[in-house]
């Protein structure tokens, strides 16, 4: 199949795509039918068979398990590694709180950060008297790993970090990163809100400690669903904050001597009742991306198409991008003398979907594998008419 009849195909599978010029995808991506057909399979399901039938909670943890194992192909980490979660920032919560922390203790991050990564670094640091240092990044351009390292002290004992940064676009050099923390004694937690699926991730490779991911972006999966891996050896340092069913192993109930025994792997992060619906659709949303797609051809296309909008972008007067060349799928930009809101209204009465962004105040296209070239000169056009 040509490239061509494939993104005909992909675009018909997606049909959020052809309704509008689809530029937001690190907000939400766009829902296959396939997803939302297992969706309303398991909602029908439930509705004419109800939900505690012995056989259905055998179907349901199947399911997952087939989830974890689909995740750990796109990560780079085994399925032991991974708890599911309901989103990124319900495993960045997890990872702040993991330790035991103690007054004085330093947690490092960025100006680069999510509200969902920073939010529970500054509770941490209101509720115990953590230190939080917030390192300025610019734009997530010039000597990342000598301004991070430069905060390190003997107190230090975690680093909390985007792959890829909301704000900017830019791709951190989180290898490099994580050597330089793991020399220093230090642990790094990671956001991968917008790098899960828009780039190729190697988690053991990379060194990592822990790393939060979403459904609901790149991956084109329902709300609700995320994953969180914790590196094997950091299970013993990385104690759950809440737990409930989910976490024991064997599946026993507690005796009031408060006895209990965690399960073995990341398991031990999940708690109880999950939404059967979106297990079911997370799972065939990363089947068709996978088998369906290709990850190879996901990531190369994703790659160009960015390349491709930051150099049209970057043509027009009056537009200065702010990404540097090391990024993944997501464009930053402003536009002289426009508040970003008001351009992301503009483009919108053209059916142009775009989002303005704080820290940077500025505005930031996602360009999706679906993504088409007319997509971004519409993009273009429809800017430079702005600008004039």
């Given at each position: 199949m040509s490239d061509e009849a494939k993104l005909t195909a992909i675009r018909h599978e997606l049909p959020a795509t052809t309704e509008s010029v689809y530029l937001n995808t690190g907000t939400c991506g766009p829902l296959p039918r396939r997803t939302v057909a297992a969706i309303q399979a398991e909602i029908q399901h439930e509705l004419l068979h109800g939900r505690?039938?012995?056989?259905?909670?055998?179907?349901?943890?199947?399911?997952?398990?087939?989830?974890?194992?689909?995740?750990?192909?796109?990560?780079?980490?085994d399925p032991a590694e991974l708890a599911l979660t309901h989103h990124t920032s319900e495993g960045m919560n997890i990872g702040t709180w993991a330790l035991n922390w103690r007054p004085g203790d330093e947690?490092?991050?960025?100006?680069?950060?999510?509200?969902?990564?920073?939010?529970?670094?500054?509770?941490?640091?209101?509720?115990?008297?953590?230190?939080?240092?917030?390192?300025?990044?610019?734009?997530?351009?010039?000597?990342?790993?000598?301004?991070?390292e430069a905060a390190v002290t003997s107190r230090t004992r975690l680093i909390s970090v985007s792959h890829v940064s909301f704000i900017s676009g830019a791709k951190l050099p989180l290898a490099e990163i994580v050597e330089m923390a793991h020399r220093r004694?230090?642990?790094?937690?990671?956001?991968?809100?917008?790098?899960?699926?828009?780039?190729?991730?190697?988690?053991?490779?990379?060194?990592?400690?822990?790393?939060?991911?979403?459904?609901?972006?790149?991956?084109?999966?329902?709300?609700?669903?995320?994953?969180?891996?914790?590196?094997?050896?950091?299970?013993?340092?990385?104690?759950?904050?809440?737990?409930?069913?989910?976490?024991?192993?064997?599946?026993?109930?507690?005796?009031?001597?408060?006895?209990?025994m965690?399960?073995?792997?990341?398991?031990?992060?999940?708690?109880?009742?999950?939404?059967?619906?979106?297990?079911?659709?997370?799972?065939?949303?990363?089947?068709?991306?996978?088998?369906?797609?290709?990850?190879?051809?996901?990531?190369s296309r994703i790659a160009d198409l960015a390349r491709q909008a930051a150099g049209m972008l970057a043509e027009l007067p009056g537009v200065h991008v702010l990404t540097p060349p090391e990024r993944a799928g997501l464009i930053s930009f402003r536009v002289d003398g426009w508040k970003p809101e008001d351009v992301v209204n503009q483009l919108a009465q053209h059916?142009?979907?775009?989002?303005?962004?704080?820290?940077?105040?500025?505005?930031?296209?996602?360009?999706?594998?679906?993504?088409?070239?007319?997509?971004?000169?519409?993009?273009?056009?429809?800017?430079?008419?702005?600008?004039?």
């Open positions: 505690i039938a012995f056989a259905d909670f055998e179907r349901l943890l199947a399911m997952i398990d087939d989830l974890r194992a689909a995740f750990g192909r796109l990560l780079g980490a947690l490092i991050t960025t100006t680069l950060e999510h509200e969902g990564g920073l939010m529970p670094a500054y509770v941490l640091g209101r509720r115990l008297g953590v230190t939080v240092k917030v390192v300025e990044l610019g734009v997530g351009q010039d000597d990342v790993v000598g301004r991070l004694g230090v642990l790094v937690l990671v956001d991968g809100a917008q790098s899960a699926g828009a780039m190729p991730i190697d988690l053991h490779a990379l060194g990592v400690d822990l790393y939060a991911v979403p459904g609901q972006k790149w991956l084109c999966g329902p709300e609700g669903v995320g994953a969180l891996y914790v590196r094997r050896d950091r299970l013993s340092e990385v104690q759950p904050t809440f737990t409930g069913f989910a976490s024991l192993w064997p599946a026993m109930a507690i005796d009031t001597t408060g006895e209990y965690l399960t073995a792997d990341a398991r031990r992060y999940e708690v109880g009742t999950v939404f059967r619906p979106a297990i079911a659709g997370m799972r065939e949303s990363l089947r068709w991306l996978e088998e369906g797609v290709g990850w190879d051809w996901i990531y059916r142009i979907r775009i989002r303005s962004v704080h820290g940077l105040a500025c505005l930031r296209v996602s360009t999706g594998f679906y993504t088409t070239r007319e997509d971004l000169l519409q993009l273009r056009d429809r800017l430079a008419e702005t600008t004039r």
